[in-house]
């Protein structure tokens, strides 16, 4: 039997990609979580890109994320929001987390709000246009990912470990400084705190980087037909996405990417607008980002 080679559709707080070489048995099961997750969008594609992505060309390609709220799953609003591009040529992915609160156009309403409201009004579509729009870069698929299956994905690859530089209590969980074993109750805790960090959302997103990289870290390193099998139910009942089955299959190659996985922020500030607090990022810095991420999709 082959070995399985899962890179878990991230969500982040997991989820990037899922990849497999499977033995017949994992083969099927795959294919199945993959109907399972299976939202066709009822979009062209993107707007900026002038070519279909080709994966048996190693294209570029990129990706949304989006954390969505446990109790707001029906088009609530998403708790996370991740851009990720992955590069096979270059053996890299690179992350971006725009805050929740940002301030920006609403592609199909015609004025500014949170970015996290897009997916409310006009669910994956909107999102994808409204990031798509705001970063100048373009979204080739979308993953969702319920919150409460990102606890059961942590579970399913034996718990993780991070590293830890802030002593904090949230949802009932207690965080000492230092290196921490967590649980999927555990690990879901750590990346919804940002009210007492004092570096806000960027706290929180390094928080969200280390617990993906630890599950995409501990899932790659599952061998045993039962965890696999635990993996792939989780991600069954908790993620959807554009992808079809068959370019999940394609992307195979991809798999070197898991070597580097960078990080971006966007710097900006909270203002009150209107009555209303935002987050208003900084104009060069998000040129900046997009400059780095349009280089990373090798677009002309």
Do not use: C
Request: net charge negative; proline share 2%.
């Amino acid at each position: 039997m082959k070995k399985a080679l899962i890179i878990i559709t991230i969500v982040v707080s997991a989820l990037i990609l899922v990849v497999g070489g499977f033995a017949l048995y994992l083969y099927v099961s795959f294919s199945s979580t993959a109907k399972d997750m299976h939202a066709p969008i009822d979009r062209e594609g993107s707007s900026i890109r002038s070519e279909q992505i080709n994966f048996d060309n190693n294209d570029p390609v990129s990706f949304l994320l989006l954390g969505l709220d446990a109790e707001e799953v029906d088009y609530g609003r998403t708790d996370t929001i991740i851009v990720a591009t992955v590069n096979p040529g270059e053996q890299s992915i690179k992350m971006l987390s725009i805050p929740r609160d940002t301030n920006t156009e609403l592609v199909g309403r015609g004025w500014n709000d949170k970015i996290n409201h897009a997916y409310y009004y006009g669910g994956e579509k909107m999102a994808m246009d409204t990031v798509e729009h705001f970063l100048d870069v373009p979204i080739d698929y979308i993953v969702t990912v319920n919150m409460d299956g990102f606890e059961e994905m942590v579970d399913a690859v034996g718990g993780i470990t991070v590293n830890n530089d802030l002593e904090f209590e949230y949802g009932g969980e207690s965080f000492e400084k230092g290196e921490l074993e967590l649980s999927g109750k555990e690990a879901l805790a750590f990346v919804r705190m940002r009210q007492d960090d004092p570096l806000g959302d960027s706290g929180r997103n390094d928080r969200q980087r280390q617990v993906i990289e630890g599950i995409l870290s501990e899932g790659a390193n599952i061998s045993s037909v039962t965890s696999i099998g635990s993996i792939l139910d989780a991600i069954g009942e908790n993620v959807q996405t554009n992808m079809a089955f068959q370019e999940m299959v394609d992307m195979q190659s991809y798999e070197s990417t898991m070597q580097d996985l960078q990080q971006l922020t966007l710097s900006g500030e909270h203002k009150r607008l209107h009555g209303v607090y935002y987050y208003v990022v900084d104009e060069l810095d998000k040129a900046r980002v997009s400059n780095t991420l349009q280089e990373h999709l090798e677009l002309e």
